[in-house]
Every structure is written in C-alpha cells, then in structure tokens.
C-alpha cells in the first residue's frame, strides 16, 4: 500500500475517532480493520480493507502517535487560526491538520513539505471547496514556526 493511502487511512481513523469518547478509541480502531472493502454506486472503491500486517501495524502507530499527541497538536491549532475555535473547524480539516503536524512534530521520517502536500491533496478530497486553502495556510505557519 503507498504512503498516500497509509496516511489516508490514518486520516479516516482520526476523523473517526472525533465522534466517539476516547474510552471507545481501540474498539473503533479494531472496526475500522474489520470493516469490509465499500465500493460506491459508480463501481469506485470507498473503504480499501486489503491491509497486510506491515500496513496495519504502519496506520496504528501514525494514527497512536496523533492520538496520544492531540492536546499539544490541537494547542497548535488553536494558536494558529486566528479567530476560530478548535470546535468550529470542520472535523475533516481538523483531523487532516492534525495528522498533518503529528507528522510534521512527531515523525522524524516525514519531510515537512511532504506533510503539508499530503494534507492538503487530502483536504482536496475529503473537505470542502476551499478547505486545502484553510488547511496550506495552517500548515505554513507551523512549517515556520520549525
């Protein structure tokens, strides 16, 4: 599985996870992984359940790792967007900034500008229409800030 799909599986999980309490966090990760492949009604596949344990072990410790750092992320967050609330960010751009700066912080084999790429084809695909604007503009300022 490439990188691309890696992180947007972490991604799915994180998004995931923002809907339940934290109590619920190994049980919603365990069903993310028994979930079957979903494909739409146009024969595009949604939900890719193919994983190899190399892959799985890879989204659980990225997906940990921004879990377990999510109240010094979302600090982030919140210091940089200027005049939103963490809680007003959409969940889809909130979850890809912070899988964005866990890498970014966190994860030494992540380049920077490779982080704010990925985020931002993510916010592409997942959030609104000028969601990868809200979601380049966060992550330049953190890229500044290191």
């Known amino acids: ?71 010094e992320i979302d600090q982030i967050i919140s210091e940089l967007s200027q005049g939103w609330k963490l809680e007003r960010i959409g969940r889809v751009e909130r979850n890809i900034l912070r899988l964005a700066i866990g890498e970014m912080k966190y994860d030494n084999d992540i380049p920077v500008s490779v982080a704010i790429n990925e985020a931002v084809e993510l916010a592409k695909t997942f959030g609104r229409d000028e969601s990868y604007s809200f979601v380049n503009a966060i992550l330049s300022k953190v890229s500044m800030e290191e």
């Open 1 to 71: 599985m490439t990188r691309h799909l890696l992180r947007e599986h972490c991604f799915k999980i994180l998004f995931v996870l923002d809907f339940y309490p934290e109590e619920e966090t190994k049980i919603q990760i365990d069903n993310y992984f028994e979930s079957p492949s979903l494909e739409d009604e146009e024969d595009e596949l949604i939900h890719d359940a193919n994983y190899s344990d190399v892959d799985i072990e890879y989204i659980k410790s990225k997906t940990m790792l921004v879990k377990d750092k999510r109240p």
